[in-house]
């Protein structure tokens, strides 16, 4: 999704639902719809009020009864919810999987400790980011890593073509795409309590950025303390038969606090975090390290390198990049994608990326590009909106402090 992200597009559709004659509108969509991918909790989502959007080639749902402002709220005060189905999980096997994965991000896979992961991005000969991915290891022949719906397709012929190369050169390295499992992300305060009505394992040993095998709610599934809101909780990748029935049961031990939530408060919570959106804040001419990433890079791999485009990346880490992500606080309306941004003389030094009403802070938030030198918190900046331009400065990110479940 481009464009000011799906926090708009889910208030555009609330209003063009109460405005618009509803059989214009089914009629308009349902060619459209015919032809999107569903999860299997589609009909679930339907039936509980679900407003379904197109959404990288999925019929997915923007947002449920209530408000994306009431959603991101409750989200950060009880729990949500969250359909991640349309993402795709992949496991990788073989006695060289992490040398290959290696080849292909940014991060020190060999480092990491059985059972746990980092967030990494899969980079292009040029440095750029093909796409970010959450990684890990389950154990020294196994990682287990999911890639973004709308980057699918170029992200497996991506690692396809450089399976075949080093696996043609005697590795030892294969594939599974979990297309048979289903993702649930349940986020906020609690996550942790209402879950572990669910299973035996004790919640409160695992720690952000860790992952089990564990039977949940009988059922036996994969675990990952994670998330995309900056709150704590769990992505939960479950077979998909037992989807719906893991969602109601999840539901059903919050008694109500935990709401099904749509992509739109995901937007909101994830951009209030600071948290890239692939296709808004990252593409692939944008280097990790001029998307604020610099910490996902390895440190042996900084000093060795042999990761697609280090040499370009390499050297940025060394004299800087030239431009920079960084944070907004604004006045007026809020600034959105492509918003160009100026200095306070009015010249142009950068773009919005993401942008829109922090339903926590109760300000605008914004997150963009600008040239090295107008990077530091406190910098004054305008942005222009619909040709005028409002009041922005610098700020640190994230917008909303994170409460990831870490060891005290």
């Not at 407003?51 to 997915?60: C, D, H, L, T």
């Not at 297309?179 to 695992?206: C, F, I, M, N, W």
């Not at 606090?257 to 919570?269: E, I, M, N, P, Y």
Request: proline share 4%.
């Amino acid at each position: 999704m481009r464009g000011g992200g799906l926090w708009q597009l889910g208030q555009s559709l609330t209003r063009h639902l109460a405005q618009a004659d509803k059989k214009t509108v089914a009629r308009r969509y349902l060619s459209a719809e015919a032809e999107l991918k569903k999860t299997v909790l589609h009909d679930f989502h339907v039936a509980n009020g679900g407003k379904m959007v197109p959404f990288a080639g999925w019929s997915m749902p923007i947002q449920y009864k209530d408000s994306i402002m009431d959603s991101t709220l409750n989200c950060r005060q009880n729990g949500s919810l969250f359909d991640v189905s349309h993402m795709c999980g992949l496991s990788l096997k073989g006695k060289d999987c992490i040398p290959f994965l290696e080849k292909l991000v940014i991060a020190d896979v060999a480092a990491l400790a059985p059972g746990t992961g980092t967030l990494t991005v899969f980079t292009n000969e040029k440095g750029g980011a093909i796409d970010d991915s959450v990684i890990t290891k389950v154990k020294d022949d196994h990682i287990y890593l999911v890639v973004n719906a709308g980057c699918r397709d170029k992200d497996l012929a991506h690692i396809e073509e450089h399976m075949k190369a080093f696996k043609a050169k005697g590795g030892d390295v294969s594939w599974h795409i979990h297309d048979e499992r289903s993702l649930l992300a349940l986020q906020g305060p609690l996550a942790g309590p209402v879950l572990q009505h669910l299973t035996k394992e004790d919640l409160s040993k695992v720690y952000f950025g860790q992952f089990h095998m564990l039977d949940i709610n009988g059922v036996h599934c994969f675990l990952t303390r994670t998330g995309y809101t900056g709150e704590d909780g769990f992505e939960i990748s479950v077979p998909s038969e037992h989807a719906v029935d893991l969602a109601k049961a999840i539901l059903e031990k919050s008694e109500g606090k935990v709401r099904l939530t749509g992509l739109g408060a995901r937007d909101s919570l994830r951009l209030e975090a600071g948290l890239c959106l692939y296709g808004n804040d990252m593409e692939q001419h944008v280097t990790p390290v001029e998307a604020g990433l610099t910490w996902a890079i390895g440190k042996r791999r900084r000093a060795e390198g042999g990761f697609l485009g280090a040499e370009v990346i390499l050297k940025q880490l060394e004299e800087g990049p030239s431009v920079r992500r960084v944070g907004f606080f604004s006045s007026g309306p809020p600034p959105r994608s492509h918003s160009e941004i100026q200095d306070d003389k009015g010249k142009g030094i950068g773009e919005v990326t993401s942008g829109g009403f922090s339903p926590c802070l109760k300000k605008n938030i914004a997150m963009g590009y600008v040239i090295s030198g107008s990077h530091k918190a406190g910098t004054k900046v305008k942005i222009v909106i619909r040709g005028k331009s409002y009041d922005g400065v610098v700020t640190k990110m994230p917008f909303v402090p994170t409460k990831y479940y870490k060891p005290s």
